[in-house]
């Protein structure tokens, strides 16, 4: 299946803005984040970049839905999902 990734703010500069995956069929949030992370260099288990994936650190969207309010990591990708990573800024 096929999955579309879009990357905002600091996180955009290490793994890249954009990303077309393929995945198989039941793959999850989690698995799609270590995916990114093996397709992006990145070694550090369970973050993005310094982002720790499942914590506040990390605002994940799947078409538009926050994951927390669905499964967290562990919400399961359909063909055609886009997810869109990005950091939680504060405003002042």
């Known amino acids: 299946m096929k999955v579309?990734?879009?990357v905002f703010g600091d996180l955009a500069e290490v793994v890249g803005n954009?990303?077309?995956m393929d995945l198989d069929i039941g793959t999850d949030v989690?698995?799609?984040?270590?995916?990114i992370a093996e397709k992006t260099g990145q070694h550090r288990?369970?973050?993005?970049g310094e982002y720790r994936v499942g914590g506040n650190e990390l605002a994940i969207m799947v078409n538009?839905?926050?994951i927390d309010l669905m499964e967290g990591i562990r919400t399961t990708l359909k063909d055609g999902d886009e997810v869109?990573?990005?950091i939680p800024t504060m405003g002042g």
């Open 45 to 48: 288990q369970g973050y993005l």
């Open 64 to 66: 538009g839905r926050n």
């Open 84 to 86: 869109v990573l990005l």
């Open 4 to 6: 579309t990734v879009r």
């Open 30 to 35: 989690k698995g799609l984040a270590k995916k």
């Open 18 to 20: 954009r990303h077309e």
